[in-house]
């Protein structure tokens, strides 16, 4: 059985950092894109960064990039978010996602159960 458990969550102000992990287990991911999504209240989940598994390229959604930065750990199946310089609209729950090849909102094949993310003014 595929899991993603993300951890790491919880209320920051202003200006602040968080580390969001996501253990994945249950498969081989080397074929994988393995991501972040968000979800603020009233508003679509939102692609945020993805990492490939095999090489390690990345992505980033233009609202994070120079602010959030995506790694991996391939020995503990684990990759993870550092968020620096957080703002009041960095406020989600942010989900884990993973998908083989290709990761968007609309093709993701295993989802975790989110971690709440709040950012103070």
């Known amino acids: 059985q595929v899991q993603l458990v993300e951890s790491g969550g919880g209320l920051v102000q202003a200006g602040g950092s968080l580390r969001l992990s996501c253990a994945a287990s249950g498969r081989t991911f080397s074929s994988y894109v393995m991501g972040w999504f968000r979800q603020a209240p009233g508003k679509e989940r939102e692609f945020v960064a993805a990492i490939k598994w095999s090489d390690g390229s990345t992505y980033y959604a233009d609202s994070v990039k120079g602010r959030f930065t995506i790694s991996r750990d391939n020995a503990k199946n684990t990759v993870y978010l550092q968020m620096n310089n957080l703002k009041p609209e960095d406020t989600a729950v942010y989900y884990c996602?993973?998908?083989?090849?290709?990761?968007?909102?609309?093709?993701?094949?295993?989802w975790g159960q989110g971690t709440q993310v709040t950012v103070s003014s």
């Open positions: 996602a993973a998908n083989r090849y290709i990761l968007t909102r609309s093709a993701v094949e295993y």
